[in-house]
């Protein structure tokens, strides 16, 4: 059975979203592209896409028509099978001849379901209500943070408010040219 990684692109004070719920801290390609090459590595050991409606809108929008040539990691994304955690979404179309199939009800039971289903690792980026329910079940393994080089001051956190105490152990941190650091870490039971 594979691991199930959360991952979560963040300002160096913790936000994953800005005060008005948006992620425009992110939108420099610099930050994003500079780590390719990590992302090709993790994705290598990937079996499966997990994300929650709002960041699959966001994925499906980009992702089905990008550009290997400028964004390397457009090639796993869109050979991955992918799967939705919705209770709102009618279909989920991805590109012109390719979907994701929509899991109903319960996220943790859908992601517990997945775990059985592939032998490889399940990547969920962003999808925080879904990662939130995650993690308060104990169901992340490995969480990864894509650290960038900004203060927000506020917004929404990476990790439930409620969440209590968790141990991690530190895996993996890498600089990356301009600022930002990958920091991997494993989740103790």
């Given at each position: 059975m594979g691991k199930v990684i959360v991952e979560q692109i963040v300002?160096?004070?913790?936000?994953?979203?800005?005060?008005?719920?948006?992620?425009?801290?992110?939108?420099?390609?610099e930050w994003i592209n500079g780590v390719d090459g990590e992302q090709l590595r993790m994705l290598s050991g990937v079996a499966a896409i997990v994300l929650g409606a709002?960041?699959?809108?966001?994925?499906?929008?980009?992702?089905?028509?990008?550009?290997?040539?400028?964004?390397p990691v457009a090639t796993p994304i869109r050979e991955l099978p992918k799967f939705v955690v919705s209770s709102s979404l009618e279909s989920a179309p991805w590109g012109t001849s390719d979907s994701a199939e929509i899991l109903r009800g319960?996220?943790?039971?859908a992601v517990r379901d997945l775990r059985h289903r592939f032998?490889?690792?399940?990547?969920?980026?962003?999808?925080?209500?879904?990662?939130?329910?995650?993690?308060?079940?104990?169901?992340?393994?490995?969480?990864?943070l894509r650290v960038l080089p900004v203060l927000l001051g506020r917004?929404?956190?990476?990790?439930?408010?409620?969440?209590?105490?968790?141990?991690?152990?530190?895996?993996?941190?890498?600089?990356l040219a301009g600022g930002p650091v990958v920091l991997e870490y494993s989740l103790a039971p």
């Open positions: 300002s160096a004070d913790g936000y994953a979203e800005d005060a008005d719920g948006g992620i425009g801290f992110f939108a420099n390609a709002k960041t699959y809108r966001m994925f499906a929008d980009y992702w089905p028509t990008a550009d290997p040539a400028v964004d319960d996220g943790v039971a032998t490889g690792n399940l990547i969920i980026w962003g999808s925080l209500s879904l990662s939130d329910a995650l993690l308060r079940a104990g169901e992340v393994d490995v969480l990864r917004g929404r956190s990476f990790a439930p408010s409620d969440l209590g105490l968790r141990r991690l152990s530190l895996a993996t941190a890498q600089p």
